[in-house]
């Protein structure tokens, strides 16, 4: 460091509290990672966070920011659970501005609040995931993904369908509610349905796949873009799976 920079950054830290220092030297922060536990008995989808079947699992929170910070933010949490056949999602999200109009598969679902859950089945291509994106009212998008943006591969409605998925709010939410509400989802992914597209590496204790968990709601008065595992990006942009997390299959 040149005498002039460390004069500078010297009268930086005086006034600034080291706030200026620590943004310079910023350290890229490390992946995630999330213990899934093995459910128990079968699981019920009715969106009930507090029911007894994830009293005990332990919750991700979704925090990290990319773009503009907003007014509002939101807290955001997801569990995750498997068994031989399934993964099960819930999320709580602690909410405000929420507005939710598409009700259409594959529809523009992130521009409503949204949440959103990428993964990569097959631990031995992680850069392949598929993208599940659910917006408050409950209608999801769902992709297959080769390669981000250019190779991927949209899921009918057959395959849609086969995805059990609960929400606490209306199909339809319109006006925005601007007051503060909680919503929740949750959604039961059967692994048959995604063996269609990709080779899945069966869940069992020890099993790795890369993942992500989002919050979205890009086309409301209070748009933000907020990730689980950090993302290293000056825009917002969920197609990354090089800072996707780990889920540990226990």
Not at 75 to 92: G, P
Not at 190 to 198: R, Y
């Amino acid at each position: 460091m040149t005498l002039l920079k460390y004069l500078i950054l010297y009268v930086l830290l005086q006034f600034t509290g080291g706030a200026a220092f620590a943004q310079e030297n910023k350290q890229p922060e490390a992946s995630l990672t999330y213990e899934i536990l093995r459910a128990k008995q079968p699981l019920k989808i009715d969106a009930d966070w507090d029911k007894a079947s994830w009293k005990k699992v332990r919750s991700v929170t979704i925090e990290k920011y990319m773009g503009a910070i907003p007014a509002f933010k939101p807290a955001v949490e997801a569990k995750m659970m498997y068994d031989d056949e399934n993964v099960f999602v819930i999320f709580r999200v602690k909410d405000r501005y929420v507005r939710s109009l598409v009700q259409e598969y594959n529809g523009n679902v992130s521009g409503d609040a949204c949440v959103e859950f990428f993964f990569s089945p097959d631990s031995a291509l992680p850069e392949r995931y598929f993208n599940l994106e659910v917006n408050a009212g409950g209608t999801p998008l769902i992709f297959y993904v080769t390669k981000p943006w250019t190779g991927f591969q949209k899921l009918e409605a057959a395959d849609i369908r086969q995805i059990e998925i609960a929400h606490s709010l209306p199909a339809k939410i319109d006006p925005e509610i601007s007051e503060p509400v909680t919503w929740t989802i949750e959604y039961r992914i059967p692994l048959s349905m995604l063996k269609k597209f990709s080779n899945v590496t069966a869940p069992a204790p020890g099993v790795k796949w890369k993942a992500n968990f989002y919050k979205t709601a890009s086309q409301s008065t209070n748009p933000h873009w907020i990730t689980w595992s950090y993302v290293n990006n000056p825009k917002p942009n969920f197609h990354l799976p090089q800072f996707f997390g780990t889920l540990i299959f226990k």
